[in-house]
């Protein structure tokens, strides 16, 4: 959305609940709709990029309004100092329960944010300090130059700003890159590490940011109802919240406002209809709930808003800004990157065996062998991706054994995949711009307040230029799904080329791809090695491998069967046996 597109939601925002003749009970339900739709945005970004599931958001909107509630009511603070009061007490919550939650995945992450809620809300029902089951009372309501807000006109106005500028600062967020490193934890995790963004500190940070976004709503809730009390803060609300965001859209930000509206009012009608229809004291609303989603997700398994709104047209960054700094290449002809006896074994089964070869800078060398010789095992070995059982792996003269692979990407590898990993919710060039997470500097607080833009110029600058180089500059805007599986490839290997490395990692960067591209592609190689750049290639295709290797490592079962000159390397009688299965 353009800026001016946020004003005039922002207008709305101020100038809706005074509309001549609107009930005093419709401006209620917007109030409502409102603070469940900032639940629901950060929801969209825990759930629908970050792909974590987490059923505590209701419980983490209690830690904010029970915090103003208690500094308001106990010790006179004003509402908005309990704002920050709220924010910090919501941050350092989450904070506690990611350190202990986020180290599940799938439904165990689910489930643990479950005990969380129930926890919370047990504790909010137990404590005297906050009035047990029957809460804290009297909480002042916000006020202007002694302007009391107590009107819900006024009321919903205030929410109604709060949720523009939550959606906006969100967006923001995911307009940045810690945003593209949240999106690759869905489906790019192990790419987006190669590139090093750290996962851990990612799902942390979209997990307090929902919880921020939560404890933001608690505030607003307690000083508009002026009173607080466990039940608002319970699992079933914390499956309300969840369930908006999934019937508007998790994966899309204006889906977190209709998917509060659709519920609300619907949860309203059925309180409304069902004890006419099921009798009084019946509550049913849970199960008809219940039956709606399932139908909901059988229909529209990505939601409502994909359904209702045009395909959204890919943003066209600034790519016209002067690129990051070139990456120098260490001296041609030292030592880049070494295996020294390098052993994995999975089970009984040793897929990699005394695996030994040094990689100098300025040179390309070929890792051949036939299917099953241990070469992609080789290559997570070298990344990080996988540990020795015994060996070491030396990067520059340094042992990087036992390290990760963000680390190996701080210390300058970078690789490309078997099998191409691409963030499917990223376009082109904004996948290669993850490759530049390391050379970035901008913190999540920079991006929320848009003080990262010439950084995120100098970004795309640099993504632009890599994917010029790979010759998929007309690509740029596309999405990642619209690619062929050569054209993926190619994208890989300038993701690659963007976190600025002086060592590279391919594993059968050919695969897929015609000749005119094979030919593209072995010019840039030829270029990269002639810059400095240590090449370590796997290829299948022999007669490209053949023409652009200086030398070559020849594996056979998880071992080194023969190293040398391609000319040489061609005429060995064990490397044409392992092809060929002998001379018969």
Not at 184 to 190: D, I, N, Q, S
Not at 336 to 351: S, T
Not at 479 to 490: C, D, K, P, V, Y
Not at 547 to 569: C, K, N
């Amino acid at each position: 959305m353009k800026p001016l597109h946020w004003l005039a939601l922002a207008a709305l925002a101020v100038l809706l609940p005074w509309l001549p003749g609107l009930p005093l009970f419709w401006v209620s339900l917007a109030c409502q709709i409102g603070i469940s739709a900032i639940i629901a945005t950060g929801l969209v970004v825990l759930t629908g990029v970050a792909g974590m599931t987490s059923f505590a958001q209701a419980s983490l909107m209690g830690i904010g309004a029970y915090a103003t509630a208690v500094l308001s009511t106990n010790y006179g603070l004003s509402p908005w100092l309990g704002l920050p009061a709220a924010l910090m007490a919501s941050l350092v919550v989450a904070l506690a329960m990611g350190a202990v939650t986020l180290r599940l995945s799938g439904h165990y992450l689910a489930l643990g944010t479950i005990a969380w809620s129930v926890s919370l809300y047990y504790l909010y029902a137990n404590l005297d300090i906050l009035g047990r089951n029957d809460g804290i009372s009297g909480i002042p309501p916000l006020s202007i130059a002694g302007w009391r807000l107590i009107d819900i006109r006024a009321s919903a106005v205030v929410i109604g700003l709060g949720l523009v500028g939550a959606m906006l600062t969100t967006r923001h967020l995911l307009d940045s890159r810690w945003g593209r490193a949240m999106r690759a934890l869905r489906g790019g995790a192990v790419a987006a590490a190669s590139v090093g963004v750290e996962l851990g500190q990612a799902r942390m940070l979209a997990f307090v940011y929902a919880a921020v976004l939560a404890g933001f709503a608690g505030w607003l809730f307690a000083h508009l109802q002026r009173a607080v009390n466990p039940t608002p803060f319970g699992l079933v609300a914390g499956i309300q919240y969840l369930l908006m965001a999934v019937v508007g859209g998790a994966a899309h930000l204006p889906g977190a406002l209709l998917g509060a509206i659709l519920v609300v009012l619907v949860n309203n009608a059925l309180q409304d209809w069902l004890p006419h229809l099921v009798g009084p004291g019946v509550n049913a609303e849970t199960v008809v709930f219940g039956l709606a989603l399932v139908l909901m997700l059988q229909a529209a398994p990505t939601g409502l808003w994909p359904l209702l709104a045009r395909k959204s047209k890919p943003r066209h960054h600034d790519v016209t800004a002067a690129a990051l700094p070139r990456t120098l290449m260490p001296a041609q002809g030292g030592v880049a990157l070494q295996a020294i006896n390098l052993q994995r074994r999975f089970g009984g089964l040793v897929a990699v065996a005394d695996l030994s070869f040094t990689l100098y800078q300025g040179e390309l060398l070929g890792l051949i062998g036939p299917n099953g010789a241990g070469k992609s095992t080789s290559f997570n070995l070298l990344s990080g991706v996988t540990q020795p059982n015994h060996g070491r792996v030396e990067l520059g003269g340094r042992d990087m054994t036992g390290s990760s692979p963000q680390d190996m990407a701080r210390c300058g590898i970078a690789r490309s995949f078997q099998h191409a990993k691409l963030v499917q919710s990223l376009t082109v060039i904004e996948n290669v711009a993850l490759g530049t997470h390391l050379r970035g500097a901008a913190s999540p607080v920079a991006a929320v307040l848009r003080r990262d833009r010439a950084e995120e110029a100098r970004i795309f600058a640099e993504a632009a230029i890599q994917l010029e180089r790979c010759g998929l500059a007309d690509l740029a805007d596309a999405s990642a799904t619209e690619l062929a599986l050569g054209q993926q490839r190619i994208v890989e290997i300038a993701r690659a080329l963007a976190a600025g490395p002086s060592v590279l990692l391919l594993d059968e960067p050919a695969a897929g791809l015609r000749h005119a591209e094979k030919q593209a592609l072995a010019a840039l190689l030829r270029q990269l090695r002639a810059e400095g750049m240590a090449i370590l290639l796997v290829e299948h295709d022999m007669e490209f491998v053949m023409s652009l290797a200086d030398r070559l490592v020849v594996m056979d079962f998880g071992t080194v069967i023969a190293e040398g000159r391609p000319q040489d390397v061609r005429r060995n009688p064990a490397v044409i046996e392992a092809y060929l299965g002998g001379v018969a």
